[in-house]
T-cell receptor, first 115, second 113 residues
Framework: KQEVTQIPAALSVPEGENLVLNCSFT??????LQWFRQDPGKGLTSLLL?????REQTSGRLNASLDKSSGRSTLYIAASQPGDSATYLC??????????????FGKGNQVVVIP | DTEVTQTPKHLVMGMTNKKSLKCEQH?????MYWYKQKAKKPPELMFV???????INESVPSRFSPECPNSSLLNLHLHALQPEDSALYLC????????????FGSGTRLTVV
């Protein structure tokens, strides 16, 4: 069964610093990895989707890398802003009949950006 | 349209009530999902519909009854819920069998009193 770990569970950074969020997974047999943002009491907003054949994806201040062989992904947020305060969830879509429609989530990185 | 729309956004119901949650998408996605999320936890999968057929039921109690009337709509019928069922209920969709990403709705905040 795929296990996804996110560290640190919570972090606070001063505004303007770069954020680095880590995600690791135990089984490299994946279709893709997706980073989501969740504000308190709200739904999940997709930030970046990285297919298993890709090494990274970028969108504005966000960059996510994927190293499938070592089971790691990193989300970088450049020049953090208070509006970046949220919980960030990493989710892996496993390959195979059992896992294809069972996203495996990490527990999230809760981020606070201090003005 | 790249959204998943959930209604209502908030719902308070008594333990003897019957209510329904609704979810709609027009992205042509053929897989639709119900998730339950408790505070400070990741979403937990409840049900998966693939091509309008129930393909996964994660041993969810029968007081939750899913329904997929057509490829764009997903309902979750609620009956005789318990206070511990209070949670954020999320609907999601994706292409089935295609390694695409998931799109989530904004959720229904359910409180059972």
């Amino acid at each position: 069964k795929q296990e996804v770990t996110q560290i640190p569970a919570a972090l606070s950074v001063p505004e303007g610093e770069n954020l680095v969020l880590n995600c690791s997974f135990t089984d490299s047999a994946i279709y893709n990895l997706q980073w989501f943002r969740q504000d308190p009491g709200k739904g999940l907003t997709s930030l970046l989707l990285i297919q298993s054949s890709q090494r990274e994806q970028t969108s504005g201040r966000l960059n996510a890398s994927l190293d499938k062989s070592s089971g790691r992904s990193t989300l970088y947020i450049a020049a953090s802003q208070p509006g970046d305060s949220a919980t960030y969830l990493c989710a892996v879509r496993p390959r195979g009949y059992y896992g294809n429609n069972r996203l495996a989530f990490g527990k999230g990185n809760q981020v606070v950006v201090i003005p | 349209d790249t959204e998943v729309t959930q209604t209502p956004k908030h719902l308070v119901m008594g333990m003897t009530n019957k209510k329904s949650l609704k979810c709609e998408q027009h992205m042509g996605h053929r897989a639709m999902y119900w998730y339950k999320q408790k505070a400070k936890k990741p979403p937990e999968l409840m049900f998966v519909y693939s091509y309008e057929k129930l393909s996964i039921n994660e041993s969810v109690p029968s007081r939750f009854s899913p329904e997929c009337p057509n490829s764009s709509l997903l309902n979750l019928h609620l009956h005789a819920l318990q206070p511990e069922d209070s949670a954020l209920y999320l609907c999601a969709s994706s292409q089935d069998g295609d390694p695409g990403g998931y799109t989530f709705g904004s959720g229904t905040r359910l409180t059972v009193v």
